[in-house]
C-alpha cells in the first residue's frame, strides 16, 4: 500500500503551539474547569497521525513550555504530556483501527489518565482538592474529537492536495 505523503512539520507545530495558546487562554474562574484539554488533543492527533514524526520528545518539550507558562514546579507538565505521547504510542496500532466513537472512549480514557496523574501530582506540591471535577476537561475533550480529527483530516488532504 503506498504511503500518503507527509505533513510539513511546520504545520504540525503550528497546530501544537495553537493548542498550547487556547490552553493557557485566560477563562473566567467558573469556566476554567470546563476547558477542553486542547493541548493533549492535539498530542493525541499527531502521535496517531504520524507516530513516526511526533512523539515522547514533542510532548516533553510542550510540557515544560507548559510549565513555564503557567509557573508550575519545573517537569510536572512535561511528564503528563511525555506520558500521554507513550501511551499514544502504545495503543496506536488499534486506535487506528477504531471508529471515530471508539476513538472519542479511548481519548476519554487517555486524557482521564492523565488528568489523574496531573492531580496527583498536584496533591504531592500542595494543591490538595478531593472532588472528581478534574475530569471534566477530560470528558468534553472526548466529545470534541470526532470533530477535531475530521476537521483535521480534511486540512491534512486539502494540505496534500495543494
Known sequence: MPRAPAVPLLV???SLILALCLQVMPLADGWQVYRPEWLGLMLIYWCMRTPDRVGVFHGFVLGILMDLIEGTALGQHAL????????CALVYPRFRAYSLVQQSALVLVLLGLMQLVAQWLRTIVGDFSIHLAFLIPALISAFLWPWLATMFQALERRLVAS
Open 80 to 87: 503528563i504530556y511525555a506520558l500521554l505521547a507513550f501511551l
Open 12 to 14: 504540525v507545530w503550528f
